[in-house]
């Protein structure tokens, strides 16, 4: 069955580069999720997408920010990076009338 | 806040040994999640629950909404369940739709 794509799985970045992650949710799945995990830390939720539209938005740094496409696929654009972004970005996808998130693999992101 | 706690942080066990990690939060929830996170690796969803008791091959999940409290189980215990348990909440009542997370139970399971 097919599953949530991230690309790419893993990026070096340097101090005030910028990133771009993107997800592709499964087919049929209308929902994004974006989390970050840092090390030895818990995800947390940064934003999510419904229908392309911006769903809710959690602990996200205003020098992040995320879209949804018209094929459903999501982009996390993250600019000025800084030491403290070097995490692992999931994202999740979901159909608009169920819970049930299923995860992709992750993106980690270093950042130096 | 809204917090989700687990317990125990850290559990170690015999192979065969059942185990039970518990979960439990803080206000009304729509949806319930056991995730599973192997060392550097990503996020497998075990189970959703939003009620009731889930059973999948050697995992059960039960969760008691009254009490606000969920439990993974692991009956017969394999060294390739060694991993990081993961309980998730989805906050009913217009609250974020994203999930709230614990901050894990890691397992291990000796030979």
């Known amino acids: 069955a097919a599953g949530v794509i991230q690309s790419p799985r893993h990026l070096i970045k340097e101090k005030r580069e910028t990133a771009t992650l993107k997800c592709y949710p499964i087919?049929?799945?209308?929902?994004v999720y974006w989390y970050q995990q840092g090390p030895g830390q818990d995800p947390q939720f940064l934003i999510s997408?419904?229908?392309?539209?911006?769903?809710d938005k959690g602990s996200i740094p205003d020098r992040f920010s995320a879209q949804q496409f018209s094929d459903y696929h999501s982009e996390l654009n993250m600019s000025s990076l800084e030491l403290g972004d070097s995490a692992l970005y999931f994202c999740?996808?979901?159909?608009?009338?169920?819970?049930?998130?299923?995860f992709g693999p992750g993106t980690r992101l270093t950042v130096t | 806040k809204n917090e989700v706690e687990q317990s125990p942080q850290n559990l170690t066990a015999q192979e065969g040994e059942f185990i039970t990690i518990n979960c439990s939060y803080s206000?009304?929830?729509?949806?319930l999640h056991w995730l599973q996170q192997h060392p550097g690796g990503g996020i497998v969803s075990l189970f959703m629950l939003s009620s009731g008791k889930k059973k999948h091959g050697r995992l059960i999940a039960t969760i008691n909404i009254q009490e606000k409290h969920s439990s993974l189980h692991i009956t017969a215990s394999h060294p390739r369940d060694s991993a990081v348990y993961i309980c998730a909440v989805r906050y009913s009542g217009g609250g974020a739709d994203g999930l709230t997370f614990g901050k894990g139970t890691h397992l291990i399971i000796q030979p």
């Open positions: 206000v009304g929830i729509s949806a």
């Open positions: 087919p049929r799945h209308d929902t």
């Open positions: 997408f419904y229908e392309k539209m911006q769903s």
């Open positions: 999740a996808s979901a159909t608009g009338d169920s819970y049930e998130q299923y």
